[in-house]
C-alpha cells in the first residue's frame, strides 16, 4: 500500500473515530445535550352539581379524582392544557386561565426522577404557592385552591 | 575469367578473402579492378537502402506511437468538478480504500459504542425520562413549601397508577381563587 493510500485511510479512520467518540463525550450539560424534562400541566375547576361530570381530557386523572379529598366535588372541568418541554433552571410559564404559574426544572434525580419548583400566583398577582419537589417520572402532583363559593381551582402536572 | 575467379574477387571486394595472389591480379588486371569496385558500390548501394529502409521503420513505429498518445491525451481539466472527477479517476484507488476503511470504521464504532445516552438527558431528538415500573417509584419529596396568605396540607395518594401528591392549600380570605 502506498504512502498516499495509507493517508486515505487515516483520514477515514480519524474522522469515523471523532464523529463516533463525540456524542459518547457529551455530558448531561454539553452544550449539545441539553438536559430538558417534558411535563404536562392540566388546570381544573371543580365543582358540586346535581351530576357527576369529568372532562373526557382527564382521563388520566380521573380515578384519583373520584376518591378522597377530591371527592369534595363532583363536577370536573379542564380548563386548560400545556405540554412543556422544560430546560434545566429556566423558568417557563404555564398559560392558565385563572391566574399565572411557572415551571422551572431544578434537576433530574436519579435519571427517572424529576424536581420540578412551581410557582403559583392567584389572578390578581398574589402569590398562592411556591414549591419545590422530586416526584418520579409518571407520577402526579396536584394543586388545589378552594374557593369561596365551595368550588376548586386546581393544577396538575406530571414529567416523562 | 571463371565463374570461382570472379567468387573470388567479390568475396575480396566483401573483406572475406585476404589473398595476395588475387591482390596482385587486380593491380595488374583493369577488368579484374572494375568488377571489383562495381561489387563494392553494389554492396553500398544495398547497405545504404537497408539503413534508410531500417530509419523509415524506426519512424513508423514513432508515428504510431505518438498517434496513440495523442488519441488518449484529454484537454486539461479546466472547472472545478472537472478538477475533482480528474482528482479522483487518478486517485480512484486511495479514495475507495478510503471509503471502505471508513465503512469498516464506522461498523466497529456502532458496535462498540456506548448503547446510549444517560436517559433524562435529553438531546435533540433523544428519549424522555425513564419511567419506572410503579413498584419501583418512591413517594414524591417534598423539599420546600411556601403558601403566603394561607396554610397548606400535603396528602399522598397512592393507586396502581403511582404517587400521587396533593398539595392543598387554603387561603386565609377565602375569597379568591388561584
Request: charged share 25%; proline share 4%; hydrophobic share 40%.
Amino acid at each position: 500500500m502506498t504512502g498516499r493510500r495509507w493517508l486515505a485511510v487515516a483520514a477515514g479512520v480519524l474522522s469515523i473515530a471523532i464523529a463516533g467518540v463525540r456524542p459518547a463525550a457529551a455530558g448531561p450539560n454539553d452544550a449539545r445535550g441539553e438536559v430538558t424534562a417534558s411535563c404536562e400541566f392540566f388546570e381544573i375547576s371543580a365543582k358540586t352539581g346535581d351530576k357527576p361530570a369529568i372532562d373526557g381530557e382527564l382521563k388520566r386523572v380521573e380515578k384519583k379524582l373520584k376518591k378522597p379529598p377530591f371527592s369534595t366535588w363532583n363536577q370536573f372541568k379542564l380548563l386548560s392544557h400545556s405540554q412543556k418541554s422544560l430546560a434545566k433552571k429556566k423558568a417557563e410559564v404555564i398559560g392558565l386561565k385563572i391566574g399565572s404559574a411557572t415551571a422551572t426544572l431544578v434537576e433530574i434525580v436519579d435519571k427517572s426522577k424529576v424536581r420540578l419548583t412551581i410557582a403559583i400566583d392567584d389572578d390578581k398577582g398574589k402569590q398562592v404557592a411556591t414549591n419545590t419537589t422530586t416526584v418520579d417520572a409518571g407520577d402526579f402532583m396536584i394543586y388545589v385552591h378552594p374557593l369561596a363559593n365551595n368550588e376548586g381551582h386546581l393544577l396538575s402536572w406530571t414529567c416523562n | 575469367m571463371s565463374a570461382k575467379s570472379d567468387l573470388e574477387l567479390m568475396e575480396h571486394a566483401d573483406g572475406e578473402l585476404d589473398d595476395a595472389d588475387v591482390a596482385a591480379r587486380i593491380e595488374r588486371d583493369p577488368e579484374a579492378r572494375a568488377k571489383v569496385d562495381a561489387v563494392k558500390q553494389i554492396g553500398e548501394l544495398v547497405r545504404g537502402h537497408l539503413e534508410l529502409s531500417a530509419d523509415a521503420v524506426h519512424d513508423a513505429r514513432f508515428a504510431a506511437m505518438w498517434r496513440r498518445v495523442d488519441d488518449q491525451l484529454v484537454a486539461p481539466a479546466t472547472g472545478l468538478w472537472s478538477r475533482i472527477s480528474g482528482w479522483i479517476d487518478r486517485y480512484r484507488g486511495h479514495v475507495i480504500t478510503g471509503a471502505v476503511s471508513a465503512g469498516a470504521v464506522a461498523a466497529l464504532a456502532l458496535v462498540l459504542r456506548p448503547s446510549a445516552p444517560d436517559i433524562g438527558v435529553r438531546t435533540r431528538g433523544g428519549g424522555p425520562i425513564q419511567v419506572r415500573e410503579v413498584a419501583l417509584r418512591a413517594t414524591p419529596e417534598i423539599d420546600s413549601l411556601d403558601t403566603p396568605g394561607g396554610s397548606s396540607t400535603v396528602i399522598n395518594l397512592d393507586d396502581e397508577d403511582g404517587h400521587t401528591t396533593v398539595i392543598w392549600v387554603t387561603p386565609e380570605d377565602t375569597v379568591e381563587g388561584i
